[in-house]
């Protein structure tokens, strides 16, 4: 869905000359550095090898919140609804890498559309918030993840998110409808108040529309005469008539609303139709193994003994300054290679065995001694 | 070996200059941001732009003025890519930007050395041990005779020999420099120990040769010759450029080499003493600095490795006031004063006693 008129930056190179650029006579003309380097004195998204998006549209849907559009350079191959990218933007002079769900329909060809509310600590949703706008140029990464609707569509599907967790389910919403989707599809979103509600004004038209869809929206912090308030309960999905037993779930939101799902799913033993995406910095609790040992940076020659901590975190107080992403455990920009010992990833609970491997720095902390190449 | 005329500082004087030099460090590194990041980014697309400028004027090297110009501006791109982004992206002095182009421990260089070799040989070995006898392997490369402190033999005759060799052909000497060839015919160990290293250098010469000793020359047709002769030029004036800024980095009159005996149980203070004292700077103007790749900052380079190099100049007028106060020489002069001290070095040692 190219707009027409527009000035076209990303134009597919064509593709004897993108063979003449890919070819090994270039790069070996070009090495050390690689044809890319040179490619950017011309462009700055011209890019073989690094997927770059530019803006094109940016508009406000709440007061804090940004939803942008943005149009891939070529070699984007599309994505599935429910995934997510890594954004990657500058900031003072840092590159800063941060996932983020498609909320577009998989229809969207050629450009995809994101939303980001602004965290009061998040240095990168509060730039976005304040300074993006069209032309501007970011690093954008294939679309990833297995937060996704099966190719088969189910014939019930609950769909429920909260605050900024709206986006994935919100792609999926939007795929479901542009293929005419028949079977139904229950849409229960709980936001602070209806001014907090990103996509608002779509979803009212998309229930006017399909009257297979039925819209929930939930004022937590806002009672209103015949609405659901407060956060959600089995009170909840009874008064919404969603047979939660017998629909394929995707929750993506808040920590208190996810848990809250997974328990009451567990309970009632239908674990197998849930699906989950959580966007969240790990939180443990230190075990009593692993506050003990030393971690060897084999590269640089430091040693610190291990404070039980996550390793990135236990790198860059050494003084170190590991390459790092989205610092949760999803984009491996952080993964580097374990040459010895143990770790315990954080997310999954999982203990490594001792043998060499590729670990993710940020959510994994030591068990006993371990030495990184780092 | 320190002269009579060295002062010395207490543990308590080196303590607290140590923890003046840490207050700098911390200053900058509170300070990194668009600023540096704006400034190799610029480095980098200078040097980016003359590469493709000195190719593009070597394919008409049949018009000598191009010829000339081609020499030129591939000569700059090479000292650019080696000495003012090479070198100093290699120290890590861009890690924390955390793009993946201008990582330490990534970076490559247009130089026949791989630059994993020379994150240990120099990152490592150099910069730890700084003018240290027997560790410091940047003491005379394995070939020269650079301090009284190292026995002479009549090997060393050769001394001025070995130096202008070593000039001609740096960046083969640079290649070599990790693999420790003196240590090899000593016995000492054995190329087989060596092996992968030897592949590695193996792999890089031969991309290195391929670029511009084949391929560049090759497209270019009948002036193959001329592209070929260009290129070697530009890769000579790179080396020669490259050896005189380093040997006045270390080797001018007054900079002071060390035993092992005086440097165990250095403390953090200390390190920083040794530093200052074996180290010397180079003065002249902007261009000159961005040009030796701010090792004409030799002695803020050594002191704080990983800050980003354009930022020496800031620097130094604090640690010239530091060490004015703590009595300590600052060593710094022309290139022309110092390189002149590093060639009557080097002719001095090749006797027995130092004497001319």
Known sequence: MMLPGLPTPLAPLRSPARRLLRSGLLEALAAPHGIDRYLELVHPTRSLRDPLAELIAVRRQTVDSVTMTLRPSDGWHGFRAGQFIRLTIEIAGVLETRCYSLACGEQADGQVEITVKAHPAGKVSRYLNEHARPGMVVGMSAADGDFVLPRERPERLLLISSGSGITPVMSMLRTL???DHGGTVTFLHYARTGEDVVYRRELAAIAARHPNVRIVLVHTREATAGRLAGHISRAHLRRIGADHRRAHTYVCGAPGLIAWVRATWAEDGIEQLLHVESFLPPSFTLGDAGAEGSVDFARSGERVLSDGGLLLEQAERAGLCPQFGCRMGICRICTCRKTAGSVRNVLSGEISGAEEEDIQICVSVPVGDVELAL | MYYATTPRLSKEQADAFGRELDAIRRHVLADLGERDADYIRDVIRAQRRLEVTGRGLLFFSFIPPAWLGGVA????????????????????????????????????????????????????????????????????????????DQPWNLYYLGNPLYAALLAIFFQYGVALHDLELDRVIAGETTLDEKRDQLRAIGHKVGRQTLKDYVLFPLLSGPSAPLVLAGNASANLVRNLWAFTTIFCGHFPDGTVQFTEEETTEETHGQWYYRQLLGSADLTGGKLFHILSGNLSHQIEHHLFPDLPSHRYAEIAVEVREICRRYGLPYNAGPLRKQFGSVVRKIARLALPKGEA
């Not at chain 2, 990534?106 to 070995?125: G, I, Q």
């Open chain 1, 177 to 179: 409808c542009a293929e």
């Open chain 2, 73 to 148: 501006a591939l000569s700059l791109s090479k000292i650019l890519d080696n000495m003012e982004i090479g070198h100093n992206v290699m120290h890590g002095q861009y890690d924390w930007m955390n793009d993946p182009e201008l990582n330490g421990r990534r970076f490559e260089w247009d130089n026949a050395c791989p630059a994993d070799h020379w994150r240990h040989s120099h990152n490592y070995l150099h910069h730890t041990y700084t003018n240290v006898v027997g560790k410091d392997r940047d003491v005379g490369y394995g070939v020269l005779r650079m301090s009284e």
